[in-house]
Antibody, heavy 122, light 107 residues
């Protein structure tokens, strides 16, 4: 069974850093594009970053220059290095797999982890 | 960035009802919109992709339609297990953006 399991969340002070990890199993991780999506309490979802199977990376302006997505295919793992964190980054962070079935790339997220909570507070 | 306006923000309906949620985008996105179901405390689940394609395992009472800038998600014969928040998401262009979500409750 395909599965994603996030880890690494916690409480960090403003300006601090945190590294999230996502362990994949049950599918060919190296072939799939992967993404991070976050959700603030009681709010909607926000796309945070993507990395395709070739290792190319993509970010929205809200995190560009602060967050870095990476992958280790040999270990079927996905990572998100978050620097210069602010209270606005407080959220549940999900890793997600991009569906290869979608017509225009892999921006349909067909497998999600359970999420890891990041709290930025002094 | 493409804006996604989802309505209503909440919806109350009875078992057996048909409910409809709408998403409107600020630009033409062809059919590049997805719908997710999210139950409390859980991760979202993809139910419809490319506007109208039912994801494997999603109930057949779920239906999506639309193209261009206006899209709808319909649940026919509402069941108690459909209680959730539903999100639309465009994916044709970066950055991907989501609607604000529709919280569906049973009367």
């Amino acid at each position: 069974e395909a599965q994603l399991v996030e880890s690494g969340g916690g409480v960090v002070q403003p300006g601090g850093s945190l590294r999230l990890s996502c362990a994949a199993s049950g599918f060919t991780f190296s072939s799939d594009d992967m993404h991070w999506v976050r959700q603030s309490a009681g709010k909607s979802l926000e796309w945070v970053s993507s990395i395709d199977s070739s290792g190319d990376t993509y970010y929205p302006d809200s995190v560009k220059g602060r967050f870095t997505i990476s992958r280790k295919n040999a270990k079927s793992s996905l990572h998100l290095q978050m620097n210069s964190l602010s209270p606005d980054d407080t959220a549940v962070y999900y890793c997600a797999r991009g569906s290869p079935k979608a017509a225009a790339g892999t921006g349909a997220f067909d497998l999600w982890g359970q999420g890891t909570v990041v709290t930025v507070s002094s | 960035d493409i804006q996604v306006m989802q309505s209503p923000s909440s919806l109350s309906a009875s078992v057996g009802d048909t409910v409809t949620i709408t998403c409107q985008t600020s630009q033409d996105i062809n059919r590049y919109i997805n719908w997710y179901q999210q139950k409390p405390g859980k991760a979202p689940r993809l139910v419809i992709y490319d506007a109208s394609t039912l994801e494997t395992g999603a109930p057949s009472r779920f239906r999506g339609s639309g193209s261009g800038t206006l899209f709808t998600f319909t649940i026919s014969s509402l069941q108690p297990e459909d209680i959730a928040t539903y999100h639309c998401q465009h994916y044709g262009y970066l950055p991907y953006t989501f609607g604000q979500g529709t919280k569906l409750e049973i009367k």
